[in-house]
C-alpha cells in the first residue's frame, strides 16, 4: 500500500502542474476544473492510502523482493447472488425519472430505495435469537 499511496501522491503533483499550465495557456474553465478536481481526487486517494500503510503491517506488496505468490490466499467474501442491487436501481432509476415526469414520483420512489438499502445492509444477519 506504501508504493500505491506514493504513485498517487505523485500522480497528483503531476496533475497539478498540468492543471495550472492548461489554466494558463488556455484560459478555459471546464478543463482546468477538470484537472483540479482530478488532482484532488488523486490526492484524497494517495492520502487514505499513505495513511492506512502507516496504521497496518507490511504487507506482501511492499516487500520489494516478495514474490506474487506471497500475496495468495483468501481475498474476501463475495456474496454469490442477491437481488438487493436491483431494488436499489430500480429505486434509484425511480427517482431520477422524478426529475423528468415530476417530483411526485420521488414520494414512490423512496420507499423502494430505503427497502433496497435495508435489505443490502442487513442480507446476511441472522440477530442474536437465531443460532446456526
Not at 471546464?30 to 492506512?52: D, N, Q, R, S, V
Not at 430500480?90 to 415526469?101: H, K, P, R, W, Y
Amino acid at each position: 500500500m506504501k508504493f500505491q499511496g506514493k504513485l498517487f501522491i505523485w500522480l497528483a503533483v503531476f496533475l497539478l502542474a498540468v492543471a495550472i499550465t492548461y489554466g494558463v495557456w488556455s484560459r478555459e474553465a471546464a478543463g482546468t476544473t477538470a484537472l483540479f478536481l482530478a488532482f484532488a481526487l488523486c490526492l484524497f486517494i494517495g492520502y487514505y492510502l499513505w495513511f492506512t500503510a502507516r496504521r497496518i503491517d507490511s504487507q506482501p506488496m511492499d516487500n520489494e523482493e516478495g514474490e506474487v505468490a506471497d500475496d495468495a490466499g483468501e481475498v474476501g467474501f463475495f456474496s454469490p447472488h442477491s437481488w438487493q442491487p436491483l431494488t436499489l436501481a430500480l429505486g434509484g432509476a425511480l427517482f431520477f425519472l422524478s426529475v423528468i415526469f415530476g417530483w411526485w414520483l420521488a414520494f414512490f420512489s423512496a420507499p423502494v430505495i430505503i427497502l433496497g438499502l435495508f435489505g443490502w445492509v442487513f442480507e446476511y444477519y441472522r440477530g442474536m435469537s437465531q443460532r446456526y
